[in-house]
Each structure stands twice: as C-alpha cells, then as structure tokens.
C-alpha cells in the first residue's frame, strides 16, 4: 500500500507533533509516524510529571551548541509567550516555580492533550506501532517503507529525539538517516545528567546519600545556584545536572558550600569556641557531613586550635571544594544529549538540510541542547515552529 502526502514527520514527540500541526494548519497534508504505541513520551515523564514547558527568562545562552548562534532565528520566531498563549486557548493551566521556569497545574498529560486536539484539528493523521524499515529519495519524492505501508512525500521530517532515556524508545534513528543523506554528525554524549564519584571519593562519602546541601556549583565558568544531593554513586540535584553539560571526563568542579557567607567570617566569628569544627559546621549542614568532611580533610580539632593561615585554608576549601568526577550516569539517566545533527549542515530559518531539498530535522536530533529550566522543551517547539512554517 503506497500513501501519499506532502508531509512526513518520523517521531510523535514535542517538536514533531508541534512541526505537523503548524504544518498542517498551512495546509499541508501530513502524517506524522511513531515506533511507539503512544505520543509524547518524553513530555509525559517530565517536570516530574508535570511538565516544564517553557521558561519566560529564555535566552540563546541557555543552549549550548558548536554554533551557539543558530539557535537564535528559531527562538526569535517562537517565543516562550507564543506558547503560552496556545495553550491558555486550550485551556491548560500553568504556573511559575522559581525563575521563569513554567509548570502544569495538574499534569504533563495537558500538554499532550494540547497537542494531540492541535493535531486533530489541522486534519494531522498519526500512525503508531510503525517502524521505518528504509528511507530513499527518488527525484523530489522521499520514499519509506514501514511496516505499515510505503509512505510517499516531497517533504520528509526527522523529529527521532536523541538517546537519552532509551528506556523510553530513543533511538540513534536520526542521526542514521543524517549520515545516510551526507550530513556531519556531531558526537553525542550525556547531558543533565548526574555525576558519578572517583574511586577515592566514593570511599570518601558513602553512606551519605540522601543529604542534599544549598551550593553553588561552576565548571568551566558557568556557575549553578541549587541542592546538591548526594547519591549512592555521586552527586545529583539541579546544579550538578547543569554542570554536566559542561563537563567532561578529566574536569573537575567546584562547589562553593557557603554561597551567601564569607567562610572565613563564619569562622573567625566562633574562633573563641572550644567546640571541635565538625560541631561549627553542623550549624551550617547535616552533622554526618560536617563530621566525613572535616575528617577527609584532617580538620577534627577544637576551632580556637587552628591559626589565621589554616582558618584562611579551611574557608578557601569550604567555598571552592574541588571534586573529579568519573563519570556521569549515562544514557540512561541523562535528561537531554550534546552533539546531534551538525547545525553547520541546516537552515538556521527552516531546519532544512542544505545538501537535501525537503529533508528536515527538528528537536533535541539537533545539535542545541538546553539548560534544566524548561528550555529543551521550548527548543522543541520553537524547532518545529520554524520547520512546520517552511516544508
């Protein structure tokens, strides 16, 4: 069975579904295709199931990219208020957590349902349970094979996601197809994404998982207010996520554990205190950390026993704590991927392949990866803006 149509989306995530629907409103017959047996799997799981759609305060430097300014034309054209008001004429209801960051009321399944009456509405045919079994361009029409039929096109859109969650159907598809037509990929690695303890710290700091500690984290010079929280294997929490993004195996990080006081005042302000530092500390954070972080650092000892000089040390260490990870969690758990589809390769204006008329990619299959905050997702919208206004 061959169908025919003018669009074919491979993927019924976020910016697939969003680049149907817009292309679909223009006009456009579109079938959108997904593995799975359900859309929006992602999206479902995020936020902590309540979605973090959007961020008011988004700006280009909260993606990272080989080219960090090609993000600029997409984001310019959809902006974080664009969607918010589609979806207050859906009815979904939303509020602010903390820095711009926007959230479901009641749950992620909103933004699905959003997008599924969009898609309704605009006439979108979404196929599930359906695997591309080859992609072929013959002329201007782009042939693939499924399982389900032969789909025909002269406009064919790649919206496969990246690898993180692969317990949730990612897959390297795109980046497959990419190689297939030519394009330059970029080399993928975990993003948003915990950090595992070397061997040395791992020993150093076992059995304090569940401790969570108010800090500043930087690695190369981008710095992360938020809980740090330690895990079985290493570190997590909202800042050691951001962090990941930037680092890489060999680096290190540095956590500043008094981010709103002057360490060294702290200490000379108990300095008369026969109290050994462990107990200090404990004014500050969890006794077992107090206690494991003085001993590592051989600082048990009443505090009115230590000079100026090691007072100075002991601040210094406090506010720039350096760690060497090994490595992250991995894949599996990373919210997001650095690397993809080389964007030295696309239309900044359309998400078109410049090597291939009518191929498109759009979403996180792209080499821009957002911040935590809601910024991955808004990618994904303003990607599919971009591509469903053009192809």
């Known amino acids: 069975m061959i169908i025919t149509k003018d669009v074919v989306i491979i993927g019924a995530g976020a910016s697939g579904l969003f680049a149907a629907a817009t292309a679909a409103m223009r006009g456009r017959r579109v079938v959108v295709i997904e593995r799975s047996a359900t859309l929006g799997n992602k999206i479902r799981v995020s936020g902590g199931g309540r979605c973090n759609f959007t961020n008011l305060n988004l700006t280009p430097d909260n993606y990272?990219?080989?080219?960090?300014?090609?993000?600029?034309?997409?984001?310019?054209?959809?902006?974080?208020?664009?969607?918010?008001?589609?979806?207050?004429?859906?009815?979904?209801?939303?509020?602010?957590?903390?820095?711009?960051?926007?959230?479901?009321?009641?749950?992620?399944?909103?933004?699905?349902?959003?997008?599924?009456?969009?898609?309704?509405e605009a006439g979108v045919t979404v196929i599930y349970n359906t695997k591309v079994h080859d992609i072929a361009k013959r002329g201007d029409v782009f042939v693939i094979v499924t399982n389900n039929g032969i789909f025909h096109s002269g406009s064919l859109c790649l919206a496969t996601g990246g690898i993180s969650y692969p317990q949730l159907g990612a897959t390297p598809f795109g980046y497959r197809i990419a190689g297939q037509f030519g394009l330059n990929v970029i080399p993928t690695r975990p993003a948003l994404v915990p950090l595992v303890f070397n061997a040395e710290d791992g020993a150093n700091f076992s059995g304090l998982a569940g401790i969570s500690i108010d800090t500043v984290v930087s690695c190369d010079g981008r710095d992360f207010r938020g809980g740090v929280l330690f895990t079985q294997r290493g570190l997590s929490g909202p800042p050691i996520l951001q962090a990941s993004s930037y680092w890489r195996v060999g680096d290190y990080i540095s956590i500043n554990l008094l981010p709103e006081t002057d360490a060294y005042e702290f200490l000379l302000g108990r300095r008369k205190n026969k109290a050994e530092l462990p107990t200090i500390l404990s004014e500050v954070f969890s006794k077992n950390f107090a206690r494991r972080w003085c001993e590592i650092n051989s600082y048990v000892k009443p505090i009115n026993q230590f000079n100026d000089k090691e007072l100075k040390e002991i601040a210094d260490s406090l506010q720039h704590w350096k760690l060497w990870p090994a490595k992250t969690e991995g894949y599996k758990r990373a919210e997001a991927v650095i690397g993809g589809i080389d964007t030295g390769e696309l239309s900044s204006k359309t998400m078109e392949a410049k090597k291939v008329n009518g191929l498109y990619f759009t979403g996180e299959v792209i080499d821009v990866t957002g911040q935590l905050g809601g910024y991955n997702l808004h990618w994904a919208w303003a990607s599919g803006y971009a591509c469903g206004r053009h192809m």
């Open 64 to 120: 990272i990219s080989q080219n960090p300014r090609f993000c600029i034309s997409a984001l310019t054209g959809f902006t974080p208020y664009d969607f918010i008001e589609i979806i207050e004429r859906y009815g979904v209801r939303y509020y602010e957590k903390e820095h711009g960051q926007l959230f479901c009321k009641i749950s992620s399944g909103d933004i699905i349902s959003m997008l599924r009456r969009r898609c309704e």
